[in-house]
């Protein structure tokens, strides 16, 4: 017998019997470990008389069950014996006596030892559940008989037969032979494959459907009616049940009969004195019958109130299988989102660490510039103006200077020449007083200086100029420059950075670019301003030294004067003498000492230049200082998304798992729900089928009993309170102590 029938089996006969009155199961059906048949524990508490005996009673209390393996003919192939000692008062000792074989402790390690034909067991104040085997005859017994189209027929020829098959299981007490007659209610419950066997009639029992099976009960109550001697009255007391069936391929069914004495212990006749007490006592039965009718009612109403709301238990399980299923895919969306956000915050921090390596370059790179606009503003304010305002002064008193020298200059050569190229005469100076006149001009200054030649004030001009242009600042390296725009150009191409941060970015290569123009346009105009003036400077000078040349050649050679008056004459005061030459690099000199004045002091000069451009550099200083700082905060902040981000990713995953583990659960209810529909279904069909049978129980069973108790039965009240003090005696089937109270019943299970 498969175990999921087993159960079943047990469940219907034992309830069935539960509900007559009868059955208190309180230990477990554990048969010998060498059969086939599954040890199984069926801890079925009785709350009925029982439970009262043992709570009253401060004896031990010995609950016995009988495990009669049969084959299809109900002949007895093996028994075995459960006892469950309940140590009441938890002893440290329990007296026990036993009949039975092999005696094998069931739940614990506990021992016992025999002492003058009793066992005595070291309970460790604990119960005790043992079983062992017997071969003395059983008080009840069961005869399977089979006829297949009219005809008797064995079970072993049975097998694989077609036909119309009718089954009778005739119920034996043995106890009617002897002294002591023990009432006993049989119970059976047998399956069919609803395929092979159909058209169920069933005789003494009910059918109840359990999909592709069919459930048969069957009761009887054997030797009873013979034992009241009642047979001429009109009371049905079954001592059968009986089936009929068309079958297919006939399989032997599985089955199991429950056989219990416990529903005569409940009917107390002790104080009968007369029929008046008896007739008491049957209208207690009436009543206690026409309760269990009611409460088999209740039971049917309410499993038809369970089965009505299973739609919306099967509802509920789907919504929340879909809400799993979309949790379940919602969570595997933010486990790759976080995934992809942990990755991302990863390379995040790694950018931030190298933007902030950028930004201190920035940073050091502005301070750097600052630092050098700010001693090139300086040095500007302190040397350079001052220098340019001087060189334009000194160009203006040269100019005067050179002006009038050129004059006088002019006046010699012309004296020269006039000299000459003409007789001398009394009032005419010699020649040689005026070459020393041209001599004194060049070499030993003028009237208006006395002190300064012109060779002296055109090399101190040139000087100074090339002075000047060595003080004006130098532009940063422009590989520098470039370096650092460079570097901050790459960050905005990043994608991971955040929008103010670029901004802030563009803005500083921005002012960096403005500033870097403005200096490297001033410096380029100084540069040529200076280079113009140089050039004149050198100019004035060369043609000084040329004058210079010639009077001294002059001045050397008298013999070839006149020669050398003419060229001297012509190279001074020609149309591209040298005086004009002088004249226009003089011009040309302090226009560019002016321009140079101009360009470095004026309003749009290189020293205002300077200074805005040092303040624009102190505020990408500052700039970058702060972006720094900023940088800084943004990389302890993406490191922190970073590991907040790695952490989102670890339970997420979790969550995802979960969400899995989760639609598992909901779908394995939901399957489990559609089992336990069909489970309601059936005990519905049951409760239908029990209520139905204590119907019929109540109305051809108790009701009748009710009436032949209302006529003459004053040799019937004998005869019941026998029987029942005969079955509140009979407690034990393999043997029990005088110390202990308990209970027995019997199961009969087919092979």
């Known amino acids: 017998m498969k175990n999921k029938d087993y159960k079943k089996l047990v469940t219907i006969a034992a309830a069935t019997a539960l509900i007559i009155g009868s059955l208190g199961v309180t230990s477990a059906p554990t048969l010998a470990k060498d059969t086939k048949t599954i040890t199984q524990t069926e801890k079925t508490e009785h709350?009925?008389?029982?439970?009262?005996?043992?709570?009253?009673?401060?004896?031990?209390?010995?609950?016995?069950?009988?495990?009669?393996?049969?084959?299809?003919?109900?002949?007895?192939?093996?028994?075995?014996?459960?006892?469950?000692?309940?140590?009441?008062?938890?002893?440290?000792?329990?007296?026990?006596?036993?009949?039975?074989?092999?005696?094998?402790?069931?739940?614990?390690?506990?021992?016992?030892?025999?002492?003058?034909?009793?066992?005595?067991?070291?309970?460790?104040?604990?119960?005790?559940c043992y079983q062992g085997t017997t071969t003395q005859p059983l008080p009840v017994n069961i005869k399977v008989t089979y006829t297949l189209d009219g005809k008797k027929i064995t079970a072993k020829d049975l097998k694989g037969k077609s036909g119309h098959l009718v089954m009778r299981y005739q119920y034996e007490n043995t106890t009617l032979s002897k002294d002591n007659y023990v009432p006993f209610l049989m119970v059976t419950g047998l399956i069919f494959d609803t395929e092979k066997v159909t058209n169920i009639q069933v005789t003494n029992g009910k059918t109840l459907s359990d999909g592709d099976r069919d459930i048969v009960i069957g009761m009887g109550l054997p030797s009873l009616k013979e034992t009241l001697d009642i047979?001429?009255?009109?009371?049905?007391?079954?001592?059968?049940?009986?089936?009929?069936?068309?079958?297919?391929?006939?399989?032997?069914?599985?089955?199991?009969?429950?056989?219990?004495?416990?529903?005569?212990?409940?009917?107390?006749?002790?104080?009968?004195?007369?029929?008046?007490?008896?007739k008491d006592s049957?209208?207690?039965?009436?009543?206690?019958?026409?309760?269990?009718?009611?409460?088999?009612?209740?039971?049917?109403?309410?499993?038809?109130?369970?089965?009505?709301?299973?739609?919306?238990?099967?509802?509920?399980?789907?919504?929340?299988?879909?809400?799993?299923?979309?949790?379940?895919?919602?969570?595997?969306?933010?486990?790759?989102?976080?995934?992809?956000?942990?990755?991302?915050?990863?390379?995040?921090?790694?950018?931030?660490?190298?933007?902030?390596?950028?930004?201190?370059?920035?940073?050091?790179?502005?301070?750097?510039?600052?630092?050098?606009l700010s001693s090139a503003s300086k040095q500007t304010s302190s040397k350079l103006l001052?220098?340019?305002?001087?060189?334009?002064?000194?160009?203006?008193?040269?100019?005067?200077?050179?002006?009038?020298?050129?004059?006088?200059?002019?006046?010699?050569?012309?004296?020269?020449?006039?000299?000459?190229?003409?007789?001398?005469?009394?009032?005419?100076?010699?020649?040689?007083?005026?070459?020393?006149?041209?001599?004194?001009?060049?070499?030993?200054?003028?009237?208006?200086?006395?002190?300064?030649?012109l060779k002296d004030i055109a090399k101190n001009t040139a000087t100074a100029a090339q002075a000047l242009a060595q003080m004006i600042p130098v532009a940063p390296a422009?590989?520098?420059?470039?370096?650092?725009?460079?570097?901050?150009?790459?960050?905005?191409?990043?994608?991971?950075?955040?929008?103010?941060?670029?901004?802030?970015?563009?803005?500083?290569?921005?002012?960096?670019?403005?500033?870097?123009?403005?200096?490297?346009?001033?410096?380029?105009?100084?540069?040529?301003?200076?280079?113009?003036?140089?050039?004149g400077s050198q100019t004035t000078s060369a043609v000084v030294d040329q004058i210079a040349q010639n009077t001294t050649a002059i001045n050397a050679g008298t013999e070839k004067l006149a020669a050398g008056a003419n060229e001297l004459n012509s190279a001074v005061t020609g149309q591209n003498g040298l005086i004009n030459q002088i004249n226009s690099g003089i011009s040309t000199l302090k226009n560019g000492t002016s321009q140079l004045r101009e360009g470095i002091g004026g309003k749009n000069g290189l020293a205002n230049g300077l200074n805005q451009l040092a303040d624009g550099a102190s505020k990408v200083n500052n700039g970058a200082s702060t972006l720094n700082e900023k940088m800084t905060e943004a990389h302890n902040g993406a490191k922190s998304v970073s590991e907040g981000a790695s952490?989102?990713?670890?339970?997420?995953?979790?969550?995802?798992?979960?969400?899995?583990?989760?639609?598992?659960?909901?779908?394995?209810?939901?399957?489990?729900?559609?089992?336990?529909?069909?489970?309601?279904?059936?005990?519905?069909?049951?409760?239908?089928?029990?209520?139905?049978?204590?119907?019929?129980?109540?109305?051809?069973?108790?009701?009748?009993?009710?009436?032949?108790?209302?006529?003459?039965?004053?040799g019937l009240l004998d005869k019941v309170n026998t029987i029942l003090d005969s079955s509140k005696q009979y407690k034990n089937f393999s043997g029990i102590s005088d110390e202990m109270d308990g209970d027995v019943k019997f199961i009969f299970v087919t092979e």
């Open 47 to 128: 709350k009925n008389t029982t439970e009262k005996t043992v709570s009253s009673n401060v004896k031990p209390y010995k609950s016995e069950t009988v495990y009669a393996k049969t084959d299809e003919d109900g002949n007895i192939t093996s028994v075995i014996v459960s006892d469950q000692l309940k140590n009441i008062e938890n002893t440290g000792k329990l007296h026990d006596i036993s009949a039975l074989n092999d005696i094998e402790n069931l739940k614990g390690e506990e021992t016992f030892s025999k002492q003058n034909g009793k066992l005595i067991w070291n309970t460790d104040k604990k119960d005790i």
């Open 282 to 372: 049957m209208k207690t039965l009436q009543d206690s019958s026409n309760k269990l009718v009611s409460g088999s009612g209740e039971l049917r109403k309410g499993l038809d109130t369970l089965l009505s709301s299973s739609g919306t238990l099967t509802d509920g399980i789907s919504q929340l299988i879909s809400g799993g299923n979309a949790l379940k895919n919602g969570t595997s969306t933010l486990a790759a989102g976080s995934k992809s956000l942990a990755d991302g915050s990863a390379s995040l921090t790694s950018g931030i660490s190298q933007l902030k390596d950028g930004t201190d370059t920035l940073h050091s790179g502005a301070s750097q510039v600052n630092a050098g």
């Open 478 to 535: 422009e590989n520098e420059s470039e370096s650092s725009l460079d570097a901050l150009s790459a960050l905005l191409n990043r994608d991971d950075l955040p929008e103010d941060v670029k901004a802030t970015i563009r803005e500083s290569i921005q002012a960096c670019q403005k500033q870097a123009d403005l200096q490297e346009s001033e410096t380029a105009a100084m540069q040529e301003l200076l280079k113009n003036v140089v050039a």
């Open 231 to 278: 047979k001429d009255i009109d009371l049905d007391i079954p001592d059968y049940f009986e089936l009929e069936a068309d079958v297919t391929d006939y399989e032997l069914s599985e089955g199991m009969t429950i056989a219990t004495n416990e529903l005569f212990n409940q009917l107390d006749t002790e104080e009968f004195d007369s029929i008046s007490e008896l």
């Open 647 to 714: 952490q989102l990713n670890s339970g997420a995953a979790q969550l995802n798992s979960g969400a899995g583990t989760l639609v598992n659960g909901l779908q394995t209810l939901n399957k489990g729900s559609f089992a336990l529909i069909e489970g309601v279904k059936k005990l519905d069909e049951g409760a239908i089928a029990l209520n139905e049978g204590m119907i019929q129980f109540n109305e051809e069973g108790i009701k009748k009993l009710v009436e032949v108790f209302d006529g003459d039965i004053d």
């Open 386 to 453: 001052p220098g340019a305002v001087q060189l334009d002064e000194g160009v203006a008193k040269m100019q005067e200077q050179l002006t009038s020298g050129m004059n006088q200059l002019a006046n010699a050569t012309n004296q020269l020449n006039a000299g000459l190229n003409n007789p001398l005469t009394a009032e005419q100076p010699g020649l040689k007083e005026s070459i020393c006149a041209v001599n004194n001009v060049l070499n030993t200054g003028t009237a208006q200086t006395g002190n300064q030649s």
